[in-house]
């Protein structure tokens, strides 16, 4: 009875000092009447929505730093980042759907925050509604696309952004292709970094890295906010209510919130996350029916499908996982390497005496995602140690193969072509299991924090 007693003395006086500490912030917290006089609204649901942007903000940035991290030019007060943040009702599941910028939208009624002018409903990129009428208007556009009910907004700029990786000291991201864009001016070689504030905004505006744009930009983002949440509940923040509060100070001093975000909301999110892990946390993007839809006035726009995006919707108005619960995989988690196994074709032979053993590697091969014939044949000789042959051209297939067969020698072969050759030596004894570690990831797809994040060291 004694020890029940003093842990509930324990818990209470750290919900004390908890609220103590947090309870100045909220005067630190630029706020925004984003929900004033919005009518004929969705009905709300279970869990927490959080509309998420991020905004400009360049002018709030010193000169050096601009500089530093290619932010030249003047200010453009839009949005460039959109997403649906759904806290489930357990607090043990965050969601996160992005919506491109793009995308093809319809507002509703509205004045205009610039010129006064009201203007009836119209088509428009999703980001133009900011520009338009603010938070109030991306607010009903959202709701009108999604009929989600929008509890929260939060608005994030650069400088915060920059400031909240900063305080949690970094962000650990990987990649196992070279990352160059010289707009950004992000520059990662391949391997494991940790990212300060300045390079982690560099990571996630690139847009200049492949042709798929705002798409692969939108995942960088969904992997980095896995990271941070990974980097949060695994550095013991939440657990400290003074770093907590030197983190939320960093983080509130330069967003801005609605009216309703204050201390208890911060606390509530604070104590659910407690138990988070980057696997309570899934992410995608809004599925897309059609790409570089034309529309009058507007331009180039990306249409949502309109059967699987309420399959996404319905599901944060249900406070349901975006994709059913599978079956966690055994024994050690697939290597990650740089294409992915389906694109590869394999040619398997069998570099010794052993009888079936090209048949075993190909069968291996195959289970692993390999685009192996299927026809296995004897080599011209035997080799101990098991052998991939491939053309220069080919090398990351080439890397991608051999991490499959731990041991095995590269060979480089001008001329062979496409298709990769194995040579099982008498060394060989199994085939690892790898995924692409940026696997082509369609709008729509859903992933878990812990599928994106960088492995321990």
Known sequence: MRAVTALSVVVLASAGIGHAVLSGLDADIARVDAFKDMKNRPRGGNGMNVLLVGTDGRDRIGAEERRKYRLGGAPCHCTD????????????????????????????????????????????????????????????????????????????????????VDVLGGVRICTVQPLKDRYTGLDLPAGTHELTGGQALQYVRARHLDGASDL????????????????????????????????????????RADKGFGTDELLALGRAMRSFSPSSSEFTTVPIGQMGYAVEGVGSTLKWDPARSERIFGALREDRPLAPPGRRPEGPAPVPVPVDPKR??????????????????????????????????????????????????????????????????????????????????????????????????????????????????
Not at 113 to 139: C, D, S
Not at 223 to 251: C, M
Not at 411 to 416: D, F, L, S, T
């Open 344 to 457: 590869i074709r394999v040619q398997v032979e069998n570099g010794t005496h052993t009888a079936g053993l090209g048949r075993r590697v190909d069968d291996a091969l195959a289970a692993t995602g390999f685009l192996t014939t299927r026809a296995p044949v004897n080599a011209d000789r035997t080799v101990a140690r098991t052998v991939v042959a491939f053309d220069p051209r080919w090398d990351n297939s080439a890397k991608s193969l051999a991490a499959a067969l731990p041991g095995s020698r590269l060979r480089p072969v001008k001329g062979q072509g496409a298709t990769l050759k194995v040579i099982a030596g008498a060394d060989f004894e199994q085939v690892a299991k790898v995924r692409a570690a940026d696997p082509p990831q369609d709008s729509g797809t859903v992933v878990r924090g812990d599928e994106v994040v960088c492995g321990k060291p």
């Open 216 to 255: 692969s930009r939108m995942k960088r983002q969904q992997r980095f906010l896995a990271a941070l949440i990974d980097r949060a509940t695994s550095s013991g923040l939440l657990l400290n209510p003074l770093k907590f509060r030197d983190v939320t100070r960093a983080v509130l001093g330069s967003v």
């Open 81 to 164: 980042t959109i997403m649906i943040v759904h806290i489930s009702e357990d607090r043990e599941r965050a969601s996160v759907v992005s919506l491109p910028r793009d995308s093809y939208a319809v507002t509703p009624d509205h004045t205009d925050r610039t010129t006064g002018e009201h203007h009836r409903a119209h088509p428009v990129k999703l980001n133009a509604a900011y520009a338009e009428g603010g938070p109030q208007l991306t607010i009903s556009t959202v709701e009108n696309m999604t009929h989600v009910k929008i509890d929260h907004y939060l608005e994030v700029d650069f400088t915060s952004f920059m400031k909240t």
